[in-house]
Nanobody
């Protein structure tokens, strides 16, 4: 499985961006998520979506502003980010995991920069 993240960029505070992560291989049964890592900080959880798409969960810092979704037909997971803040500046990584596999898969990351 390979994950390719895209959609990052530079945006002013209050703006929006939509990140996408395309997966190669069959990932329909995988739980998918987004993490981020700001400069000088550890990688942190942002949001997760179940394999069916029926369950989602968000970090408190993004709840109400970000929305995760997945498209089974396109084998993608997206993160709609609204009301962006400078503290959202980070490299965003997509993630896919299956409980029967030993290790998850990570995308290469896409940079999001929010200016004040």
């Amino acid at each position: 499985v390979q994950l390719q993240a895209s959609g990052g960029g530079l945006v002013q505070a209050g703006g929006s961006l939509r990140l996408s992560c395309a997966a190669s291989g069959r990932t329909f049964s995988y739980t998918k998520a987004w993490f981020r890592q700001a400069p000088g900080k550890e990688r942190e959880f942002v949001s997760v979506i179940s394999s069916s798409g029926s369950r989602t969960y968000y970090a408190d810092s993004v709840k109400g502003r970000f929305t995760i979704s997945r498209d089974g037909a396109e084998n993608t997971v997206s993160l709609q980010m609204n009301s962006l803040r400078p503290e959202d500046t980070a490299i965003y990584y997509c993630y896919a995991a299956l409980s029967t596999e030993l290790a998850p898969y990570w995308g290469q990351g896409t940079q999001v920069t929010v200016s004040s």
